[in-house]
């Protein structure tokens, strides 16, 4: 029971260039999350899913597309890397929402240098 | 606006010594506050989920509080470890949807032997 892996642990990019970040979860888990971690900032959501097939919005969700084609995996791409998305990515799950006070549970990030 | 704030940014205290972090919170309408440890390049790991009817819940040596009505919450560390160096995070979720999860910009906690 492995909980939540991301792929790549880091990559460096130049400006311009296109990525996916893979997040896997084994747990079963119908909402997975995509968030940045800035320094000095909380946590921001990019995107979210709420099952298989479905995507939407989060907080900063510009620059950056998702897709959920299997429950237990949900893809972040930058289709045209910016300086401004160095950042470190972090991939959650939880088994319903939030709002019921559900544990997420994150994944061990992704660091990733846009030059 | 949802905002979460904490403090302070950042402590140091010896290893045995107590402590206990604030946030204070404006999101609404509520549902849960959630305090999350982090070590440093890992990902953030959950110590304690409270709802609007609980005003306090412990794990372990991590005691948390809230008071809904001044929208105040603390973490209370007892008997420090150097384990517990790590960055502190308060979450708060909304009940508007399932987005709306906002997250504190975290206490720095430095445990000196």
């Known amino acids: 029971n492995a909980g939540v892996t991301q792929t790549p642990k880091f990559r460096v990019l130049k400006t311009g260039q296109s990525m996916t970040l893979l997040c896997a979860q084994d747990?079963?888990?119908?909402?997975m999350y995509w968030y940045r971690q800035d320094p000095g900032m909380g946590l921001r959501l990019i995107h979210y899913?709420?099952?298989?097939?479905?995507?939407a919005k989060g907080e900063v969700p510009d620059g950056y597309n998702v897709s959920r084609l299997k429950k237990q995996n949900f893809l972040l791409g930058l289709e045209s890397a910016a300086p401004s998305q160095t950042s470190v990515y972090f991939c959650?799950?939880?088994?319903?929402?939030?709002?019921?006070?559900?544990?997420?549970?994150f994944g061990p990030g992704t660091r990733l240098l846009v030059l | 606006k949802n905002q979460v704030e904490q403090s302070p940014q950042s402590l140091i205290i010896l290893e045995g010594k107590n402590c206990t972090l604030q946030?204070?919170?404006?999101?609404?309408?509520?549902?849960?506050l959630r305090w999350y440890k982090q070590d440093t390049g890992r990902g953030p790991v959950s110590l304690t989920i409270?709802?609007?009817?609980?005003n306090t819940k412990s794990n372990g040596r991590y005691t948390a509080t809230l008071d809904a009505d001044t929208k105040q919450s603390s973490l209370h560390i007892t008997a420090s470890q150097l384990s517990d160096s790590a960055s502190y995070i308060c979450?708060?979720?909304?009940?508007?949807?399932?987005?709306?999860?906002?997250f504190g910009s975290g206490t720095r906690l430095s445990i000196r032997p």
């Open positions: 959650a799950s939880s088994s319903t929402g939030t709002r019921g006070g559900e544990t997420q549970y």
């Open positions: 409270m709802t609007f009817s609980e």
């Open positions: 747990m079963n888990h119908e909402y």
């Open positions: 899913s709420v099952g298989e097939g479905t995507t």
């Open positions: 979450v708060v979720s909304a009940y508007s949807s399932a987005s709306k999860i906002i």
């Open positions: 946030c204070n919170y404006t999101v609404s309408p509520f549902s849960n």
